[in-house]
């Protein structure tokens, strides 16, 4: 099971902007093929960005493309998801995960951290 941790949530203005993290804990996060997911209150959890680990392609969500950019810092073994122009309907805890799949196209998120809570209120 490949344990993660999340961090960089909190409360922004609308159009604010925050960087979330995803680190690992006991495995090379530079190995595997990591995607962003949210889950608001009362609706279901969604896909936001993933980054592959062949070629470093990504992947957004279309409610999310153009103001979220997802990369992977190799030397630091961090994933960033850069968040710009928060909506309040971004509101919501943000998980990361990790595949062993080599893309982000048919790639199975089996596990994931306990999330960061971002908050897009005025």
């Known amino acids: 099971q490949l344990e993660v941790v999340e961090s960089g949530g909190g409360l922004v203005q609308p159009g604010g902007s925050l960087r979330l993290s995803c680190a690992a804990s006991?495995?090379?996060?530079?190995?595997?093929?990591i995607g962003w997911f949210r889950q608001a209150p009362g609706k279901e959890y969604e896909g936001v960005s993933c980054?592959?680990?062949?070629?470093?392609?990504?992947l957004y969500a279309d409610s999310v493309k153009g103001r979220f950019t997802i990369s992977r810092d190799t030397a630091k073994d961090t994933v960033y998801l850069q968040m710009n122009n928060l909506k309040p309907e971004d509101t919501a805890r943000y998980y990361c995960?990790?595949?062993?799949?080599?893309?982000?196209?048919?790639?199975?998120?089996?596990?994931r951290g306990q999330g960061t809570r971002v908050t897009v209120s005025s």
């Open positions: 006991g495995f090379t996060l530079n190995y595997y093929t």
């Open positions: 980054i592959s680990s062949s070629d470093g392609s990504t």
């Open positions: 995960s990790g595949a062993v799949e080599t893309t982000c196209v048919g790639a199975h998120f089996a596990s």
